[in-house]
């Protein structure tokens, strides 16, 4: 309510196959801070380095989110847009169970993933321990 700006970065899951998941965060913080209709003087990252933030200076702290309000609050905001997604992948993906578990790597999600096989929002680095993806392509 009292943000004078905010903007939520969106990578999707073949770009984090294709980068990995460190490298699609640093671009997620890049594709927010496109999307601020101000620019900050400074940012704040939750332990993030060697990042392209379009000139704007940057402060990386470990364990920001329990250290920093802004970075607390946009990691809340981050796990809110993700489950909302989640849902909305869920009607197009039912059999998944996407509402209910977010994606995240539970028992039941696995267990659906061996079932059916994974489906095309599924990242394969995420599959990869429990799913052939070379018999993917």
């Keep these: 309510e009292e943000a004078v700006a905010w903007s939520v970065g969106i990578v999707d899951e073949k770009t984090i196959d ?9 671009l997620g913080v ?8 101000q ?7 939750d332990a993030l380095n060697n990042m392209d933030t379009l000139g704007i200076p940057y402060i990386s702290v470990v364990k ?6 802004s970075i607390a609050a946009a990691s809340i905001i981050a ?3 993700r489950d909302r997604m989640m ?6 993906y039912p059999d998944y169970g996407f509402a209910k578990h977010k994606g995240y790597g539970t028992a039941e999600h696995i267990r659906i993933i061996k079932e059916k ?3 095309l929002i599924h990242r ?3 599959i990869k321990n429990f799913v052939d993806v070379d018999k993917l392509d």
Excluded: Q
């Design 18 to 26: 294709e980068i990995n998941i460190l490298n699609a965060t640093k």
């Design 30 to 37: 890049k594709l927010a801070l496109e999307g601020l209709k």
């Design 39 to 45: 620019k900050p003087d400074v940012i704040m990252v």
């Design 64 to 69: 920001g989110d329990a250290k920093n309000y």
């Design 79 to 81: 796990k809110v847009t």
């Design 87 to 92: 849902k909305e992948w869920d009607e197009v």
């Design 117 to 119: 096989g994974p489906c």
């Design 124 to 126: 394969k680095s995420f």
